[in-house]
């Protein structure tokens, strides 16, 4: 395709201000890919901590790692999909931060049909996080019925979607929250609720099965004095601290791991069903246009949010 498209990208590391609507060629098909015209684009804590300090990646680039869109072409040889499906996915994380864009090109493997009852936005709004929360609970603690489950910053992108997965999965389910944001998170299933605002979790929380952290910092030794012998620990705020928190979680008698989210179009399926048994929902607490993405960066980063912040396109 010759036409043009418009994508956010960054010439440097900064603020909200760095970001900047360009104009450029729509990408080319490749091999084993399907070209997606996004209509939403979800926008998670890594964009702006990449559009701040960059980690692996050295300005300038383009921002976003999820999508919600419809497929406009499809590469010989590829069957997953066909022109017109309505698909979702984390088209290239981690290596090319490129969904804040009207088109993206990625392997169909990235992507599963979007979940009947979705619109865009909301769609857009489950995959990394989605995919986060499920790698933590059930691929790394393998939550199972009847175990006790906390999880921190229960109303964040991450949290309010780890709290339905776990309940999903038979857990008891106790989240850290401020008190403005209990109702929702009752609403989506949580037991009890603990505002971290006025009560320390560590003195009234205990015999817990699953901590999942989204904090970090001195929330990691607290969560370790809740844990049953046998517990599990997993932060999923900063996979650098890995070392550290299986040091620190050995010493006190549990385990402990991260996680960095992984494209996986079979969990993928594995959370649309969920979505469609009406058992999982996301909750938009904001939508900017693309022009708007820094307005957009500042209303997730401001920590006030519920749930995910959502780009349209269309």
């Not at 009234?204 to 001195?218: E, M, N, Q, R, S």
């Not at 979505?275 to 938009?284: F, T």
């Amino acid at each position: 395709m010759t036409e043009q498209m418009r994508v956010v990208q960054q010439q440097t590391l900064g603020g909200p201000e760095v970001l900047e609507v360009a104009r450029v060629p729509v990408p080319d098909l490749g091999a084993t890919r399907i070209l997606v015209r996004v209509h939403a684009a979800g926008v998670n804590p890594v964009d702006w901590k990449l559009r701040q300090h960059g980690y692996w990646l050295t300005p300038p680039f383009s921002q976003g790692f999820d999508v919600s869109g419809v497929v406009v072409a499809v590469s010989q040889g590829s069957s997953r999909f066909s022109v017109g499906d309505e698909v979702y996915g984390m088209p290239n994380y981690p290596d090319v931060p490129d969904a804040y864009a009207d088109y993206v090109s990625a392997p169909a493997r990235r992507f599963a049909r979007k979940p009947d009852g979705l619109d865009h936005v909301q769609a857009a709004a489950l995959p990394l996080a989605a995919l986060t929360a499920w790698q933590a609970l059930v691929d790394t603690a393998g939550v199972r019925d009847g175990q006790r489950v906390l999880v921190h910053a229960a109303a964040g992108g991450v949290g309010h979607l780890a709290v339905q997965i776990a309940k999903a999965r038979g857990a008891h389910v106790i989240g850290t929250a401020s008190a403005a944001k209990h109702g929702v998170l009752r609403e989506l299933g949580a037991d009890e609720l603990v505002d971290y605002t006025s009560v320390d979790f560590a003195e009234t929380v205990g015999d817990v099965d699953v901590v999942l952290d989204a904090i970090g910092g001195d929330y990691l030794d607290r969560s370790l004095r809740v844990l049953r012998p046998d517990g599990v620990y997993v932060g999923v705020s900063n996979p650098l601290d890995q070392e550290i928190i299986v040091e620190r979680a050995a010493a006190a008698g549990v385990r402990g791991a991260t996680v960095c989210v992984e494209p996986d179009h079979t969990q993928l399926e594995e959370i649309t069903a969920l979505v469609e048994a009406g058992k999982l929902r996301p909750v938009v607490s904001g939508t900017f246009p693309l022009e708007e993405a820094a307005k957009a960066h500042e209303h997730s980063q401001s920590g006030r949010t519920t749930g995910k912040v959502v780009l349209t396109l269309t």
